[in-house]
């Protein structure tokens, strides 16, 4: 069991910054990543699809025996959270959302937060409310940001298109008087430097995959799961695949890799 690998999935590559998290905190951790590139992004997609694709995935991830299951991305985290659990019974589920919340809660509950995030997410209203679990006299202001994680598949990176799309949305007076930042979408970690350049110090802009990665690997140890194997395989899987794509995944896990495409939906 220990030696089983940890699935997980996202719409596309964004989770891969989650993966390459793992990867760095967990040498000895197999991983079976799956990208749903047919349906990206789910931040555009219905509730109800979401949740379709997430149980095709999550079923595909236990017949792969994996030993756990991580939903990495905050879209699918957001509507499909509950429903994978159930349908994975035993196994552990983990959303990027919750340890991040606990995360932020813990540093800056007193103070101003922001997140942005894709439209579903945002429109979800998940990390307001679970912040305000929390703590309920935090103040949280919301912005739908669409167009960051197009713009980073296609890798318009810390250039002057991606300068000035983020500079149009932090701009806006919704998130005026933050404090503290969230990047509520695993794409956002390859933008983490060119925010903190916007904000020149002024706002902590909070890194969630590292957040993520942490947490997750603090539960595999409480739950006896962590891998001491000196061997590990990876594997990639995608249900549309295109060179390009995986030329983008090549840049976003940060090192060589080798997609296989699966359909789930024939």
Same mark, same amino acid.
């Given at each position: 069991?220990?030696? +089983?690998?940890i699935?997980?999935?996202?719409?596309g590559i964004?989770?891969?910054?989650?993966?390459?998290? $793992?990867?760095?905190k967990?040498?000895?951790?197999n991983?079976?990543?799956?990208?749903?590139?047919?349906?990206l992004?789910y931040? #555009?997609?219905s509730?109800?699809?979401? %949740?379709?694709?997430?149980?095709k995935i999550?079923q595909?991830?236990? #017949?792969k025996? !994996?030993k756990?299951?991580?939903i990495? !991305?905050n +879209?699918?985290s957001?509507?499909?959270?509950k429903?994978v659990?159930?349908?994975?019974g035993?196994t552990? *589920?983990?959303n &990027?959302?919750?340890?991040?919340?606990a #995360?932020v *809660?813990k540093?800056c509950?007193?103070?101003?937060?922001g997140?942005i995030?894709t439209?579903?997410?945002? %429109?979800?209203n998940?990390?307001?409310?679970e912040?305000?679990?929390l703590c309920?006299?935090?103040k *949280? +202001? +919301?912005?739908?940001?669409?167009?960051l994680?197009?713009?980073?598949e296609?890798?318009?990176?810390n250039?002057d298109?991606s300068h000035?799309?983020?500079a149009?949305?932090l701009?806006?007076?919704?998130?005026? #008087?933050?404090d503290?930042?969230i990047?509520? !979408?695993t794409?956002?970690?390859?933008?983490?430097?060119e925010?903190k350049?916007?904000?020149k110090?002024k706002?902590?802009?909070?890194?969630?995959a590292?957040i993520v990665a942490?947490?997750?690997?603090?539960q595999l140890?409480k739950n006896?799961?962590?891998s001491?194997?000196?061997?590990?395989?990876?594997?990639?899987?995608v249900?549309?695949?295109?060179?390009?794509f995986e030329?983008s995944a090549?840049?976003?896990? %940060?090192?060589d890799?080798? $997609?296989?495409e &699966?359909?789930?939906w024939?």
């Amino acid at each position: 069991m220990k030696k +089983s690998p940890i699935g997980i999935f996202d719409s596309g590559i964004g989770g891969l910054t989650i993966a390459h998290a $793992l990867k760095e905190k967990l040498p000895n951790e197999n991983i079976i990543y799956f990208g749903d590139t047919e349906h990206l992004p789910y931040g #555009e997609k219905s509730k109800t699809a979401i %949740q379709n694709f997430s149980k095709k995935i999550t079923q595909f991830l236990l #017949e792969k025996e !994996c030993k756990t299951i991580i939903i990495a !991305c905050n +879209s699918a985290s957001s509507v499909a959270y509950k429903l994978v659990k159930e349908l994975a019974g035993n196994t552990p *589920v983990f959303n &990027v959302i919750n340890p991040v919340v606990a #995360e932020v *809660v813990k540093q800056c509950a007193e103070y101003n937060i922001g997140v942005i995030g894709t439209k579903a997410t945002i %429109q979800s209203n998940i990390y307001e409310t679970e912040i305000k679990v929390l703590c309920n006299f935090a103040k *949280v +202001s +919301s912005l739908a940001t669409p167009l960051l994680a197009p713009m980073i598949e296609e890798g318009f990176i810390n250039e002057d298109i991606s300068h000035t799309v983020i500079a149009n949305y932090l701009s806006n007076p919704k998130l005026a #008087e933050i404090d503290h930042l969230i990047l509520a !979408c695993t794409h956002y970690p390859l933008i983490h430097q060119e925010i903190k350049d916007y904000y020149k110090g002024k706002v902590n802009v909070i890194d969630s995959a590292n957040i993520v990665a942490k947490h997750i690997a603090k539960q595999l140890e409480k739950n006896n799961l962590l891998s001491n194997s000196n061997e590990t395989e990876h594997h990639f899987y995608v249900s549309n695949y295109t060179e390009s794509f995986e030329k983008s995944a090549k840049f976003f896990f %940060q090192e060589d890799l080798k $997609l296989e495409e &699966v359909n789930l939906w024939d």
